[in-house]
């Protein structure tokens, strides 16, 4: 290891000096971390407000229950995700030294923030795999990516948290779709014909219960073929 590769940076004039984020739910929140919980409050408030009024007695009461235990669990999933700081041990006095600042990376300084083993921004010995998140400014033990939904790093010590997130998050938007597509032919039956389940109003005010129920099915639709194959792309893609 060179003694070069171990020298501190010197804070640029030019740079700003930022403090390391300790975890998600610091602020400034995230534009996407923001419209994460928007949308789970718009599924919720559909799912229940709407949806559900469309299926018959049985069935809706026993999707309401697992669809409300997925939304529990999922909520309490990003949560915990949010609130993990994945930062390499070492790492971690410096993130809760309020007196301590990290100078943001000068490349024309060194090559790369991490050489050796050595992260030269949080002064430390890193083990392998480990990254420095330019978001969150500090060093990430096992990284795999910075979650803009979480507003936070995904790393070894929240990854299991991260994956199960995402595969209840999954199971929620299928059943979820499933539910929209029946909701929408449910819902197209002549204004004069009492309908055999569900609000007056949803029937009183058809064509924007509908319009709400293309708009949220096409969001899921976004979910199951964009978003799903993005997160399995950068879940099996090198690191
Ligand atoms: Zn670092
Ligand atoms: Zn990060």
């Known amino acids: 290891m060179t003694r070069a590769s171990k020298s501190k940076v010197t804070p640029s004039t030019t740079n700003s000096i930022r403090i390391p984020r300790r975890n998600g739910l610091q602020t400034p929140f995230h534009i996407v971390q923001i419209l994460s919980w928007v949308l789970v409050i718009f599924f919720t408030v559909m799912f229940y407000g709407v949806e559900n009024l469309t299926l018959p007695y049985i069935i809706s009461i026993a ?12 909520v309490f999933l990003l949560f915990l995700g949010a609130h993990k700081d994945p930062a390499l041990e070492v790492c971690l006095p410096h993130i ?8 943001e990376f000068d ?25 420095h998140c330019r978001l969150c400014n500090k060093c990430i033990e ?71 129920i293309v708009f949220k099915f096409c969001l899921e639709l976004t979910g199951i073929y964009l978003w799903i194959p993005l997160l399995w792309y950068n879940y099996t893609s090198p690191r």
């Open 107 to 131: 490349r024309t300084q060194r090559p790369h923030v991490i050489m050796d083993n050595y992260c030269c921004l949080c002064e430390v010995e890193v083990k392998l795999g480990t990254k």
């Open 63 to 74: 999707l309401g229950v697992v669809i409300g235990l997925i939304l529990v669990v999922l």
């Open 96 to 103: 809760y030294d309020k007196t301590r600042v990290v100078p």
């Open 142 to 212: 096992g990284y795999d990516h910075h979650c803009k939904w979480l507003n936070n790093c995904v790393g070894s010590k929240n990854y299991k948290l991260f994956i199960f997130a995402v595969g209840v998050a999954v199971v929620g938007i299928l059943i979820m779709t499933a539910v929209s597509v029946f909701a929408f032919i449910s819902t197209y039956v002549p204004i004069e014909t009492t309908p055999a389940s569900g609000a007056w109003w949803m029937y009183e005010y058809k064509l924007e219960c509908r319009l709400l």
